[in-house]
């Protein structure tokens, strides 16, 4: 079988016996009853993805997948596609976003050639970024699908490999991407995935005016019109309006559940990727935690669909992972709300009157 | 001139200039413009708090004050008053939500008895609890004045005090509290100095039931009508329906503002004594960064009044300082973007087309 089928095959829910565990220790922790809210949810979800009462959470790393898209031909973005080579080399050298939210919160930053429009060659021969490039950007979706079937397996693939090739060091992983004009396919797999008008989940992107606006919602709309993509099949989708960037975050996202580990999801794109691999298998859901809530207007929807409620709401629109990055902080205070507080008979302290 | 007086006076507020430093390097940043949305607005923030284009915040501590009510013999409370002291012991012994939180973003804990109504000479003994008991808890505030306005002075300078003794190896303060019924004296702090109808800024706290609910809205009413205190006198309120802790996380913000360093407040309570703290001096809102929207319902109506944002909104309701700890790592990670982000040029990345 491909990499692809057995990391599906090897993807299923979490363990309710364990969030019963963990259920039975919050339900006792000193303080008022589930006082801490969100956090105590959040480690319920981290017991029953790790199996465990003592969730591992502090080894993180954020990968950040970067590819060029086709479709950036038709204006949809403010910067032209130069930048995400540039970005690339930023991210290496350390000069990011994602690089300073990754230090604060301790995080390695994992950036992969997903399929930049660029020759990155001496920048992977520096160690520092991984090559799984399937190819020099994608077709422009306006005109037709963004790559081939085969494509969209490996780009799926390739992240599994990634996550695969980390995993036995790694605890948490954070999904971020790199790619000048990626909110275009972002929003066609969002409104085809979750049938919603276009101009309902197309927003500004890096800072479009109004009559860009107008612009990609026309590009989406045509996008999803001569591709037609199958709302049923997550490949398809992916073939026809995603990216190779996507694709390679749908690919971790897949295979962080299959190694039974929590994965924390960025912006827009991070979220398409996630659309991506719920459709093809439901149980991701499991593993995800969403991250933020971007000031992108599809984003709720595309929270909506999944059944996600994000943790942060402070109008990041930056992607990269740098949402991820901030709110692994979050997760790591969750998994200590486990392991570091006593109980009340623990404490020796006077519980409420029933 | 008294602590009190000295310390008012030293308060000032942002420095102008020092955030045009700031927005100037922001807007540069390797990023479409303030793509890091409410961390630049931050950013901003601590720059003009700080006066330096390198926010110092990795040397944090979270301040919590601990005091009795004699209202919690009206029965507004789920929880018997020996709580109080016990939970002081956990405190000090590392077994408590706000342990936990404090050690993920490697803030101390400094635990400060500023009233509870036991004797805890022993813990002050052992070095881990700071001795500052105006009482043993205040009086009943549904029966007169919860204190004299000397205790309210006491309290507020115990809390001027604490910050003074530490502000040379801390950069970012966060408040707490703990004390069995503060949510009662809290309530009619906001009801009293926001002119807002008592039955819609009373919350369940630990988790009243609704006749138990009753009586707390009955209670502060009363509480109001007997003390009528006047809401342009921060101290007046504070002496005849506050707490001695509330007085002290009052003081620990007026003496981080005094030192021009940003103080995270908490939840409830902690935003009452901010409350009282800005009566007292409106420019300490420019210190002041507030963490979370804890459930109880009357801190929507706090934040409005001070014209604060929360980063924050997870459903806490614990106190003790939590929610402040866990903001702690934004605040760092907003400093980060000011520090760690290169501009375009820096990074040598094209920029938007204009």
Redesign the interface.
């Known amino acids: 079988m491909s990499l692809l089928t057995n990391t599906l095959n090897a993807i299923s829910g979490q363990d309710q016996s364990w969030r019963d565990q963990a259920q039975n220790r919050l339900d006792q922790?000193?303080?008022?009853?589930w006082?801490?809210?969100?956090?105590m949810d959040l480690a319920l979800d981290l017991a029953g993805m790790t199996r465990s009462l003592t969730p591992p959470v502090t080894r993180k790393a954020i990968i950040t997948m970067a590819g060029d898209h086709g479709v950036a031909a038709e204006g949809v973005s403010?910067?032209?596609q130069?930048?995400t080579p540039?970005?690339v080399?930023?991210f290496i050298?350390g000069?990011?976003?994602i690089?300073?939210?990754a230090?604060?919160?301790g995080a390695r930053v994992i950036v992969v050639d997903m399929g930049v429009a660029a020759d990155l060659s001496a920048m992977v021969a520096s160690g520092k970024l991984i090559d799984k490039k399937i190819g020099f950007g994608t077709n422009n979706i306006a005109q037709g699908p963004a790559m081939t079937r085969e494509q969209a397996i490996a780009a799926l693939e390739a992240g599994i490999e990634v996550v695969n090739h980390y995993a036995d060091d790694i605890d948490l992983f954070g999904t971020g991407d790199m790619g000048i004009a990626n909110t275009t396919p972002s929003t066609a797999i969002v409104a085809a995935l979750t049938n919603t008008p276009v101009a309902e989940v197309t927003g500004r992107?890096?800072?479009l005016d109004d009559d860009q606006l107008k612009l990609k919602i026309t590009v989406v709309k045509k996008a999803l019109e001569i591709n037609n993509p199958d709302p049923t099949d997550g490949l398809d989708v992916l073939a026809k309006v995603g990216g190779f960037e996507i694709g390679g975050i749908a690919g971790v996202i897949l295979g962080a559940a299959a190694r039974r580990k929590p994965v924390l999801i960025d912006g827009l794109i991070s979220t398409a990727g996630a659309l991506i691999a719920y459709t093809l298998k439901p149980e991701i859901k499991d593993y995800l935690i969403a991250s933020h809530r971007s000031?992108e207007q599809g984003h709720r929807i595309m929270h909506q669909h999944l059944g996600c409620e994000p943790?942060?709401?402070?109008?990041?629109?930056?992607g990269e992972g740098?949402g991820a990055a901030?709110a692994m902080?979050?997760v790591?205070?969750a998994s200590?709300?486990l392991?570091?507080?006593?109980t009340f008979s623990?404490?020796?302290?006077?519980?409420?009157?029933k």
């Open positions: 922790l000193v303080m008022p009853h006082a801490l809210g969100r956090l403010k910067f032209p130069e930048v540039q970005m080399g930023n050298n000069g990011a976003g690089n300073a939210l230090k604060q919160v992107g890096t800072g000031v943790l942060l709401n402070l109008n990041l629109r930056l740098t901030l902080n979050i790591e205070a200590r709300v392991t570091d507080i006593a623990e404490a020796q302290v006077a519980s409420a009157d």
